[in-house]
């Protein structure tokens, strides 16, 4: 039972662009989110999260989304930059561990 | 800037044989998680440690997969004997304790190749 999903695989994107990717929850417990981001050989690295009491948090080009009602949180980057192209999961803290999504792969086009 | 170190970065083993992952998390941070990645997957834990402790191997396959973490700083991850589908990014990661547990901080990972 997947209670993170990541149902877009791949996006791409031309620099300058805003990057949408996108992230559904089935759990309505959860209460915290998390976004990763992956290069290929390396570790996912934390870039920003959110609070369910809030819908919006904000840090440089990159903004998530929560819209509690539909589940659904949303990563934006703008404006979008080569180096950004990597994998991006979502993720949600259950029980003292993180579930994460299957990851969308972003690419960003000079 | 402290980093999680992981070693070794790629392994190449045939099944049946025996593997070992190694992992040193940032220092002082108490709790460390091991995860295995599938190519086109997120991360799915597969033991967690508090210090010395474990506190979550509900998706350790313990038939074939064991983890310690002795003195409660590194740890180290086998798998014996190895499977096909045991194939995948080994990542691990540690944290600190309380609120910041929710950001968790990745080594580089191993990459087992079963042949």
């Known amino acids: 039972d997947q209670q993170v999903k990541q149902n877009s695989p791949s996006l791409s994107v031309q620099e300058g662009r805003i990057s949408i990717l996108n992230c559904d929850y089935t759990?309505?417990?959860?209460?915290?989110f998390l976004w990763y981001k992956k290069y290929p050989a390396e570790g996912p690295t934390f870039l920003i999260s959110?609070?369910?009491?809030?819908d919006k948090n904000e840090d440089g080009r990159f903004t998530v989304f929560l819209n509690k009602s539909a589940k659904h949180l949303s990563l934006h980057i703008v404006p979008s930059q080569p180096g950004d192209s990597a994998v991006y999961f979502c993720?949600?803290?259950?029980?003292?561990?993180?579930?994460f999504g299957q990851g969308t792969e972003l690419s960003v086009k000079p | 800037e402290a980093e999680v170190a992981q070693s070794p970065r790629y392994k190449i083993t045939e099944k049946s044989q025996a593997v070992a992952f190694w992992c040193d998390p940032i220092?002082?941070?108490?709790?460390l998680y091991w995860y295995r990645q599938i190519l086109g997957q997120g991360p799915e834990l597969l033991v967690q440690?508090?210090?010395?402790?474990?506190?979550?191997d509900s998706q350790l396959p313990k038939d074939r997969f064991s983890a310690e973490r002795l003195k409660g700083v590194d740890s180290t991850l086998k798998i014996q004997p190895a499977e096909l589908g045991d194939s995948a990014m080994y990542l691990c990661?540690?944290?600190?304790?309380?609120?910041?547990?929710?950001?968790?901080?990745f080594g580089p990972g191993t990459r087992l190749t079963v042949t």
């Open positions: 440690f508090q210090d010395e402790s474990v506190v979550d």
């Open positions: 220092s002082g941070h108490a709790t």
């Open positions: 759990n309505s417990m959860f209460d915290y």
């Open positions: 990661a540690s944290s600190l304790d309380g609120q910041a547990w929710y950001e968790q901080y």
């Open positions: 993720a949600a803290p259950q029980g003292g561990k993180l579930i």
């Open positions: 959110i609070s369910s009491i809030k």
